[in-house]
C-alpha cells in the first residue's frame, strides 16, 4: 500500500493483496510440513506394523480434510458478511477495509479495493493441489484429470447457487432482471470482494482449461518443426503462451508500467486525448502494441529465470 493520510489515501490493491497470501501460504506451508511430519510419526508410533507409506497416505487425507474445510469456509465467507448497500458506508475500522472489506468512497482515507482475506481461498486451493501432486507424483495425466474434476465440480456446484440467487451471491437483489432471466446478469456476479459463485464460476472455468492444456502433446523439436508446417504452427501458438504464462507476475507488473507510459507518451503527443481513446480500432491497435512488447520482455525474462536457482527469488515472476 501506498500513501498516508491527511489528504492522501492509504491504497491497497492487486499487488497488496498478493503479498499477503504469499506470506500467509509461506505459513501454511511451514505447518503443512510440521503437522504432516507429526501425523506421520504419531501413526507408525500407534502402529508399529504400519509402513511408512501408510502412513504418510494417512496424514494426507487428514491434511487434505483441513484444506478442503478452510478453503470452503474463506469461499464462503465474504458472501455472507459483506454489507447491503444501506450499510456499506460504515462505520468500518481501517483494519477490517484493509483485510476483508473493499472501500473506495471519498470519505475515507482508505481505498481498498482487493482486500486480502477474500483471496486466500484461491491461494489455498493453489496450494492443496501443489500439494497432491507433489504428495502422490502425479503424472501430467493425471493433474489433467485432477484439475478436470475440480472444474467440472465447482461448474456443477455455480450453476444451480446462481440460479437460486440466495446462497453465495452478494446483493443479487440488485440486478434487474434477476440471474435466472438474464444471461448477462447470470454472469454479472460481484468480485469486490469475491462472492462464493464468483469464484466458483472463474476457478472452475479457470481449471477445466487447464486440464485441456496439460493434456495436449509436447511442442514439437525445432527440427520437427522445419519438417512440418502443423509442428511449426504448433510452436507459433504455442510460444506467446508459454512466454506469457511462463512470467505472469513479471507480465502483470510490467504491462501496468508499460501502458501507462504509452498513455503518457500519446498524450503528450497528441496523438491520445486526454479521456483516452474513443474508437475501438485505436484502442485495440495500442493495446495490441502493448502486447507485443511485453512477449518479447516475458520470453527474456523466462530465459534469464531459466538461468537462476530453482529456488531463486527471480523464479517468484
Not at 504418510?56 to 458478511?81: D, E, G, K, M, N
Not at 518443426?225 to 510452436?235: E, G, I, L, P, Y
Request: charged share 10%.
Amino acid at each position: 500500500f501506498t500513501g498516508i493520510s491527511n489528504g492522501f489515501p492509504v491504497i491497497f490493491m492487486v499487488l497488496y493483496a498478493l503479498g499477503v497470501n504469499l506470506f500467509v501460504a509461506s505459513l501454511v506451508l511451514h505447518a503443512d510440513y510440521a503437522l504432516s511430519a507429526h501425523l506421520e510419526s504419531r501413526h507408525l508410533r500407534l502402529k508399529p506394523a504400519a509402513t511408512p507409506e501408510t502412513a504418510r497416505r494417512r496424514a494426507s487425507r487428514v491434511l487434505t480434510a483441513l484444506y478442503a474445510a478452510a478453503i470452503a469456509a474463506t469461499a464462503v465467507l465474504p458472501s455472507l458478511y459483506t454489507p447491503t448497500p444501506d450499510h456499506a458506508a460504515g462505520p468500518f475500522s481501517a483494519w477490517w477495509l484493509a483485510f476483508f472489506l473493499p472501500s473506495v468512497t471519498s470519505s475515507s482515507w482508505i481505498f481498498s479495493v482487493y482486500p486480502a482475506f477474500p483471496w486466500l481461498a484461491p491461494t489455498l486451493l493453489g496450494l492443496l493441489i501443489g500439494r497432491l501432486a507433489g504428495q502422490f507424483r502425479l503424472s501430467v495425466q493425471r493433474q489433467a484429470l485432477l484439475c478436470m474434476a475440480l472444474g467440472v465440480g465447482f461448474l456443477a456446484v455455480f450453476v444451480p447457487l446462481r440460479l437460486a440467487g440466495g446462497f453465495g451471491n452478494i446483493n443479487p437483489g440488485l440486478l434487474d432482471p434477476p440471474p435466472h432471466r438474464s444471461i448477462i446478469n447470470f454472469f454479472n456476479m460481484v468480485k469486490y470482494p469475491p462472492s462464493l459463485v464468483y469464484l466458483l464460476c472463474t476457478l472452475g472455468t479457470d481449471l477445466a482449461v487447464l486440464a485441456l492444456l496439460l493434456l495436449l502433446p509436447p511442442l514439437p523439436t525445432p527440427a520437427q518443426q522445419q519438417v512440418s508446417r502443423a509442428a511449426a504452427a504448433a510452436a507459433a501458438v504455442a510460444g506467446p503462451l508459454l512466454a506469457f504464462g511462463g512470467s505472469a507476475l513479471f507480465f502483470f507488473v510490467t504491462h501496468m508500467l508499460l501502458y501507462f507510459g504509452m498513455g503518457g507518451v500519446l498524450r503528450l503527443s497528441g496523438v491520445m486525448p486526454a479521456t483516452g481513446f474513443s474508437s475501438a480500432p485505436a484502442f485495440w491497435t495500442c493495446y495490441a502494441v502493448g502486447l507485443a512488447i511485453e512477449f518479447v520482455w516475458c520470453r527474456r525474462y523466462a530465459a534469464f529465470k531459466r538461468t537462476t536457482n530453482p529456488e531463486s527469488v527471480w523464479r517468484f515472476f
